[in-house]
């Protein structure tokens, strides 16, 4: 069995702690695996996984994406759908609510935080997003709402997982978010054993 897999999870980086300075974006240019999460009122958590050779690129597509409103679901502060994704609902949604459908689409933005953990280039070759959306597959839905699809291919994957949580900023968490994170999502997304997986994934 190859050598564990460390993920040193650093964040959160969202609406208020997202870089500014040329030193700071030039910080994130890196290779790395990444969560985003939303806690919405009424416990149901949303849940994207994705791994990128420049994360300050998907960071900042992302957040187009959000403010856009044409990429994906759209959800009401207690988790409820709005508007469902694809091109109908989204023409559908501008042309007759306009307004309420911007009002969700800023409101989804500012509850979005990141989480991500750096990787050496030779471990992009690794489908370690793929791994962490086959545990988080395992979360009931509801509450957790998962965002991706597991592959229907796959391989094994020899090398172990490991969080190492201890660079993460909590005091930038909500208490909700932080419980949500550190005792239900990242211990999911641990493992000591050898896995099923797909080489395939977002590597923008």
Avoid at 120 to 130: G, H, N
Avoid at 170 to 181: I, K, M
Avoid at 186 to 197: E, F, I, Q
């Amino acid at each position: 069995m190859d050598e564990p897999i460390i993920l040193k999870w650093r964040g959160p980086l969202k609406i208020g702690s997202l870089p500014e300075s040329d030193t700071t974006i030039a910080a994130l240019r890196v290779a790395a695996v990444y969560i985003f999460f939303r806690c919405y009122e009424g416990g149901t958590t949303l849940l994207y996984v994705g791994m990128a050779k420049n994360f300050t690129n998907r960071l900042a597509t992302h957040y187009g994406d959000f403010l856009s409103s044409k990429v994906g679901t759209l959800y009401r502060s207690d988790g409820s759908v709005f508007r469902h994704g694809g091109l109908p609902a989204y023409f559908r949604s501008m042309q007759r609510t306009l307004d309420e459908t911007l009002t969700y689409a800023k409101a989804d933005a500012y509850l979005t935080r990141f989480i991500y953990a750096p990787l050496a280039v030779d471990q992009l070759r690794v489908a370690v997003e793929v791994a962490i959306m086959v545990r988080l597959e395992r979360l009931p839905t509801p509450p957790f709402i998962k965002w991706n699809t597991v592959p229907r291919t796959a391989k094994d994957l020899d090398s172990p997982i490991q969080s190492d949580n201890s660079a993460l900023e909590l005091d930038l968490f909500t208490p909700e978010e932080s419980d949500r994170l550190l005792k239900v999502i990242l211990p999911v997304c641990h493992t000591s054993t050898r896995t099923a997986l797909s080489a395939t994934g977002d590597r923008a």
